[in-house]
C-alpha cells in the first residue's frame, strides 16, 4: 500500500460502518496512562465482538469473506459434465485429508467421509465418521475444538451463530483468534475460487411468458367487471394489484428455484446471495424476473400509491423509455429521501440520549415486588417473538417451578441463562414473571437485578454502567439505517396482499362463543353471515376438550361451518371481502334514506368508463343532519337504523326491498400503501412521546351491554350499561364508524369507533403496565419490519 496510509482490520468494517471507496478515519492516540488504560479496557476491538443492542457477534465476516467460506463448504456431485476427484472416498483424519487435497488427489469440494470429533446433543464429544466435503475439513481446522465439527454449508447466518456459540464456549481470546483464522481463509478462497459472473448466469424463468400472460387475462377480467359496474374503481384497483403481487411472488419462486438448481447450486449469481454476501431476493427479482410494481411519483401529503401497470422487463431484457422513466423516478426518491431522512434520526437519537442519560446501574438490587408478567407475543396465531428470546437474560421475579413434576426451573432473583430459558420455553408455562426495568424501585438509576444481562459481555451488568446511553445508542443507530432502506429497491412497491380468510391450521371440534349470525342469500345459496364484532371461534381437541386455537371473526363475513363440526386441517372456516368494510342488515325490509341528501351529506360518483352511479356519504357542515338507512316493515313501522360513516358507498336504493344480512354500504379499506420506515420513524418518535393520535378511538372504560342513544349535536350517544348496573355515556362522532351495535356485550379497553387508541386511554383503564406492553410492542413492531432486531429491556 503506497503513502503513509494505515490499515484497518476487515471485521471491524461492519461496526465502523466503513468501506473502502475512498473513506477517511480520524486516528487518536492517548497520552496519559488512565487515558490508555480505558482505551485498552473499553474499547479494544477484541473486547467488543457482540452488539449490545441484541447480543448477536457484531463482528460477522461479510461480502468476500462469507462468500469464500461459503464456496468451499458447498459440496457437488459427479454429473454429466464433470467429474468430482475422490468422490466418496473413505479418510482416517482430518490431516490425510489435508495431505490428499494438497497432492490434487482430492477436489475441493468433494463428498468424502472421515473420522472427526462431532458434539452430540448432550454436550459430549465423539470420535466417529462423518460425511463432510473437503472445503469443510478444512475449515474446521480452525475451529476450537469444545465447538464440535460443523458440518454444515456455511452462510453469514449460519457464521454469526456459530461465532456467538464459539464466545459463549471459549471466551473473547480464543474467539478473536478464531475471527482472524476465517478471515484468511475466506478471502483466500474467494481469490482462489475466482468467483465472477457473466450475463449468461442471469437466468430468465422459461415460465415467465405464460405467467404473464395469465396475470394479464386476469387483469383484463377485472377490468371487464369494472367496466360493467359490478365492482368499483377502488375495488379494481386493489384487486389488480393484488394479481400483479401474487405474479411476482410466483415468478420469483421460479426464478430462484431455477437458480439454485444451475451447475448444482455453482451459479455466481446465486452463490452471491444464498450466502449473504451481496444482493437480495428483490434484486436477483428484478434482474431475472420483473421489476414488478412501483410506487407513484409522490407529492407531499398524497401518500405513495402504486402504480397499477407493473414493470413488465426486467434489467437483463432492458427497459422500454417510459419503463426507465418511472424507474429513475423512484430512484431519485429514494436518494432525496435519504439526505433528509438522516437528520431525522439524528434528532430522535439526541431526544432518546437527553432523556435516558442519568440511567446508571446504582444498586445491586432494589428489592421490589414487583415485576412483568411475560409471555410469548403473539399476532392471532402465529409466533412473532417466543418466550425464549424474551426472557433470556433476564431475572426471575418468583421461584419458577414446572407444573407437571413440581421441579423447581428457576429460584427468585436468579438470572435466567439458556439452559433455564429453554426448560421454561418447554414446559407448560404460558409466561413468567420477570423483573423489569420499568418495575425497578431504584431511588437513582436502576438496580443490576432489574436489568439483568449486559448484552455486550454475556454477564450480569456491573454497577456503574450507563445502561439509559447504551439503550439510546441501541435505538438510534437502526434509526439512521431504516431511513436508508427506502432506496435500495428503488421505489418498487412491496405491497402485502389482504388475506381473506381463516382455514383451520388443526383438526379439532370448532366452537363458537357469542356469534352471532343471520342467513342470507347469495350466488352460492343459503350462507350465514355474522353480525357481532366480537364474536370468535375455538378450535376444540375432541377427546381432551383441550382448546388449540382461538381466533376473531370479522364483522360480515360468511361462515362455512357449524358450531360442533369436526374439521381437518386446511378447511375454510370463513372468508370475507378484503377490500371493503361492510355494514349488513339484521332485518327484512324495506330501506328509508334519512338526511341522505344529494350535494349535502352525499354525492353521486359516477364512473365515466361504466356509467354506474354510486352515492358517497360526504363530510358535512350542517351537523344536525346525520345520514342514515333505516329499516322499515310492510307497514311502515320503523325496526332500526343504521349510521352511514363519511367515506362509504351507500349500495341500497330509496325504497328497494331488503333482506337480511344484504350489504346497505361499503367502506373502502386503504390497501395497497406502500410501507418503508418513513413511516416508521415518526411513528416510532410518536410511540416514545405517548403523543395523542390526530383521530383517537371512543374507548369504553367498564365492561357492558352497549345500547345506541340518539344523536347530540352531530355526536352519537352510545350508554354502556354493566352488570352491576353502572352507567357510562360517550359521545361518537358522526363522522366515524361505529363498531359496536345495540346488545352488543364489550369489554373494557375496547373501541367503539375506528380509529388508533390513544396511550393515555390504556394508561386510565387497564393501568400503566398495559402501556408499557403496548408502546414496547408498537415501536418493536416498527423494527420488525424492517427486520432489525433489538432486545426489549432497551426500550423499557
Not at 568 to 584: E, F, M, Q, R, T
Amino acid at each position: 500500500i503506497e503513502g503513509k496510509a494505515i490499515q484497518l482490520h476487515p471485521l471491524v468494517c461492519t461496526a465502523f460502518n466503513a468501506d473502502f471507496d475512498g473513506d477517511q478515519m480520524a486516528v487518536h492516540l492517548p497520552l496519559g496512562n488512565a487515558a490508555i488504560l480505558e482505551a485498552q479496557v473499553l474499547m479494544l476491538a477484541a473486547h467488543n465482538i457482540l452488539n449490545p443492542a441484541n447480543g448477536t457477534p457484531i463482528t460477522v465476516p461479510s461480502q468476500d469473506m462469507v462468500l469464500g467460506l461459503y464456496y468451499i463448504t458447498k459440496g457437488r456431485r459427479t454429473d454429466d459434465t464433470r467429474v468430482v476427484k475422490g468422490q466418496d472416498s473413505n479418510f482416517y483424519s482430518p490431516e490425510e485429508v489435508i495431505i490428499a487435497y494438497n497432492e490434487k488427489e482430492l477436489d475441493l469440494h468433494a463428498f468424502i467421509k472421515v473420522r472427526v470429533n462431532v458434539k452430540q446433543s448432550d454436550g459430549s464429544i465423539v470420535n466417529k465418521l462423518t460425511e463432510t466435503t473437503v472445503g469443510r475439513v478444512l475449515f474446521n481446522q480452525l475451529v476450537p475444538e469444545e465447538v464440535g465439527y460443523i458440518n454444515e454449508l456455511l452462510t453469514k447466518k449460519s457464521l454469526r451463530d456459530i461465532i456467538g456459540e464459539v464466545v459463549k464456549m471459549t471466551g473473547m481470546a480464543r474467539a478473536s483468534q478464531f475471527l482472524d483464522d476465517i478471515k484468511e481463509l475466506g478471502f483466500k478462497m474467494a481469490f482462489q475460487g475466482g468467483l465472477s459472473f457473466n450475463l449468461q448466469d442471469v437466468n430468465i424463468p422459461v415460465e415467465k411468458h405464460t405467467l404473464l400472460e395469465q396475470a394479464a387475462a386476469e387483469v383484463e377480467e377485472v377490468r371487464n367487471n369494472y367496466n360493467m359496474g359490478f365492482i368499483t374503481n377502488n375495488e379494481r384497483y386493489n384487486q389488480i394489484i393484488d394479481i400483479w403481487t401474487r405474479i411476482n411472488n410466483r415468478l420469483t419462486t421460479f426464478v430462484m428455484t431455477q437458480l439454485s438448481s444451475d451447475n448444482q447450486g455453482f451459479n455466481s449469481v446465486y452463490m452471491m446471495l444464498d450466502s449473504g454476501a451481496r444482493g437480495s431476493k428483490e434484486q436477483i427479482r428484478q434482474l431475472c424476473g420483473m421489476r414488478g410494481l412501483m410506487a407513484k411519483p409522490q407529492k407531499s401529503g398524497s401518500g405513495g400509491d402504486i402504480i397499477e401497470n407493473p414493470i413488465l422487463s426486467n434489467f437483463k431484457e432492458g427497459l422500454s423509455v417510459l419503463e426507465y422513466f418511472i424507474s429513475t423516478h423512484g430512484a431519485r426518491k429514494g436518494l432525496a429521501d435519504t439526505a433528509l431522512k438522516t437528520a431525522d434520526a439524528g434528532y430522535l437519537t439526541r431526544r432518546l440520549h437527553d432523556v435516558a442519560q442519568d440511567m446508571i446501574v446504582n444498586d445491586n438490587d432494589c428489592g421490589t415486588l414487583r415485576g412483568m408478567y411475560t409471555t410469548a407475543l403473539k399476532d392471532q396465531e402465529d409466533i412473532v417473538e417466543p418466550l425464549f428470546d424474551r426472557i433470556l437474560g433476564r431475572t426471575s421475579l418468583h421461584d419458577v417451578y414446572n407444573p407437571l413434576d413440581n421441579t423447581l426451573l428457576v429460584g427468585a432473583g436468579e438470572d435466567i441463562n439458556e439452559e433455564v430459558a429453554k426448560l421454561i420455553e418447554e414446559s407448560p408455562l404460558e409466561g413468567i414473571e420477570i423483573r423489569s426495568v420499568l418495575t425497578c424501585e431504584s431511588k437513582r438509576g436502576v438496580c443490576a437485578l432489574c436489568y439483568g444481562r449486559n448484552l455486550a459481555s454475556g454477564k450480569r451488568v456491573q454497577k456503574g454502567e450507563a445502561v439509559g446511553v447504551i439503550a439510546a445508542q441501541s435505538i438510534g443507530e437502526p434509526g439512521t439505517q431504516l431511513t436508508l432502506r427506502t432506496f435500495h429497491v428503488g421505489g418498487t412497491a412491496s405491497n402485502i396482499a389482504a388475506e381473506s380468510n381463516i382455514v383451520a391450521k388443526f383438526d379439532g371440534v370448532i366452537e363458537f362463543e357469542n356469534i352471532r349470525t343471520v342467513d342470507t342469500q347469495t350466488e352460492e345459496g343459503t350462507v350465514q353471515v355474522v353480525l357481532g364484532r366480537s364474536g370468535e371461534f375455538k378450535i376444540v381437541e375432541p377427546g381432551t376438550g383441550r382448546v388449540i386455537v382461538t381466533n376473531n371473526i370479522p364483522y360480515g363475513a360468511f361462515l362455512f361451518v357449524k358450531e360442533g363440526d369436526k374439521l381437518s386441517k386446511g378447511d375454510k372456516i370463513c372468508s370475507w371481502d378484503p377490500y371493503n368494510a361492510v355494514i349488513l342488515s339484521e332485518f327484512a325490509g324495506k330501506a328509508q334514506f334519512d338526511a341522505i341528501i344529494e350535494g349535502v351529506t352525499f354525492r353521486e360518483e359516477s364512473d365515466e368508463q361504466t356509467g354506474h352511479r354510486e352515492k358517497v356519504i360526504i363530510d358535512t357542515r350542517d351537523k344536525t343532519k346525520n345520514p342514515s338507512v333505516q329499516i322499515v316493515d310492510k307497514k311502515g313501522e320503523f325496526i332500526k337504523g343504521y349510521n352511514i360513516p363519511v367515506g362509504a358507498h351507500v349500495s341500497v336504493d330509496e325504497g328497494e326491498t331488503i333482506q337480511t344480512g344484504q350489504i346497505i354500504a361499503k367502506i373502502p379499506r386503504a390497501t395497497g400503501k406502500t410501507r418503508d420506515i418513513t413511516g416508521g420513524l415518526p411513528r416510532v418518535t410518536e410511540l416514545f412521546e405517548a403523543r395523542n393520535p390526530s383521530n383517537p378511538a371512543v374507548v369504553t372504560e367498564i365492561d357492558g351491554v352497549v345500547t345506541l342513544g340518539g344523536v347530540k349535536r352531530g355526536n352519537r350517544e352510545i350508554t354502556i350499561e354493566s352488570k352491576d348496573g353502572e352507567v357510562k355515556k360517550y359521545l361518537v362522532p358522526l363522522s366515524k364508524h361505529i363498531l359496536v351495535q345495540d346488545n352488543d356485550f364489550v369489554k373494557a379497553g375496547m373501541p367503539l369507533s375506528d380509529g388508533s387508541i390513544s396511550p393515555a386511554d390504556i394508561l386510565s383503564i387497564k393501568g400503566p403496565a398495559a402501556v408499557q406492553e403496548y408502546l414496547v410492542n408498537g415501536i418493536q413492531e416498527v423494527y420488525r419490519l424492517q427486520g432489525v432486531k433489538i432486545n426489549d429491556k432497551h426500550f423499557e
